[in-house]
């Protein structure tokens, strides 16, 4: 089974920043896309970020300019660097994965990201 574990959640101030970390672990995988999404209460889930293994990356709108969505060389850690947040950003962040090997798709716990006005 493949794992995704989350971190880097919490409550901030408007204007500040979080950086959220997902490790993903288990029996040996391939990658081929990992990224965010959040959903807040009522509504739907909506991508935030993606980064593929070729390190190539998408951002919705709303965050473009700024987050930055990363890899680490071990290409099994993801890391989603967000700065300027606001109380529209306010929802729980999911991490997830599109793995070749074992094929599917998997998803962390999600971890609650919380900006005060």
């Known amino acids: 089974q493949v794992q995704l574990v989350e971190s880097g959640g919490g409550v901030v101030q408007a204007g500040g920043s979080l950086k959220l970390s997902c490790t993903v672990s288990g029996s040996p995988f391939s990658i081929n896309f990992i990224g965010w999404y959040r959903q807040a209460p009522g509504k739907q889930r909506e991508l935030v970020a993606v980064?593929?293994?070729?390190?190539?990356?998408d951002y919705a709108d709303s965050v473009k300019g700024r987050s930055t969505i990363s890899r680490d060389n071990a290409k099994n850690t993801v890391h989603l660097q967000m700065n300027s947040l606001e109380p529209e950003d306010t929802a729980v962040y999911y991490c997830y994965a599109n793995i070749l090997y074992p094929s599917g798709v998997y998803w962390g716990q999600g971890t609650q990201v919380t900006v005060s006005s």
């Open positions: 980064i593929t293994s070729g390190g190539n990356t």
